[in-house]
């Protein structure tokens, strides 16, 4: 008989994967990366935000959101009672693509046993994807964000409930949709 091949990462503690994100080459991003952005916060937190990918600024401070969309993220967290150190924030891929292009699928698949990881790790009660490439990937589907924010969906082997709302960097650019995204973020707050 032939035992199941179990990808390591799915074992790994903390330290072993902050490890394998810093050297990971299992796709090309290595290759224009400066640092890996692995993931920020409380890792016992009850809510867990997934972003899309670092930009410039992530990519130069190895940290998730940290310039004009990570303000605005940290004004959306607040407005609903969280700091940013009471959550924990990671993102689809760990290292920043060029030019801030969208991840290529292999990229994302890449990428997913390290966050599948965090997540398994974290446990948290609710799952917040912020933007289109995070929901799409989590989700595996086509349809469009503006169809998948407003209802609740289960992630993963845990079920873990999880909503979709808009990128904050989409909301600097379309004010006019912070309404709809302070619904997604009250019932996140009601299922905490
Ligand atoms: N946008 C994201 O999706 N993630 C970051 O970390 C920064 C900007």
Redo the contacts with the bound molecule.
């Keep these: 008989f032939e035992a199941e091949a179990v990808n390591p990462i799915e074992r790994m503690d903390w330290d072993a994967l902050d490890a394998a994100v810093r050297g990971c080459r299992a796709c090309r991003l290595w290759e224009t990366r400066t640092k890996t952005?692995f993931g920020v916060g409380d890792r016992r937190a009850d809510l867990m935000i997934i972003?899309?990918?670092?930009?410039a600024d992530?990519d130069s401070q190895g940290e998730?959101?940290v310039?004009r969309?990570?303000q605005l993220l940290n004004r959306m967290l607040a407005a609903i009672g969280f700091s940013r150190e009471q959550v924990y924030i990671a993102?689809v891929l760990k290292c920043r693509p060029p030019g801030n292009r969208d991840p290529k699928p292999d990229e994302a698949l890449a990428c997913q046993a390290y966050l599948h990881r965090q997540v398994a790790l974290i446990e948290p009660k609710v799952i917040l994807s912020?933007?289109r490439i995070?929901a799409q990937h989590l989700l595996k589907t086509d349809t469009p964000v503006g169809q998948l924010r407003g209802r609740w969906f289960d992630y993963g082997p845990a079920r873990i409930p999880l909503r979709v709302t808009y990128?904050p960097?989409y909301l600097l650019r379309s004010p006019e949709q912070k309404a709809k995204a302070w619904e997604d973020l009250t019932e996140v707050r009601r299922r905490l």
């Design positions: 952005v972003g899309e990918a670092p930009g992530e998730p959101f310039g969309a990570g993102n912020v933007g995070s990128h960097a």
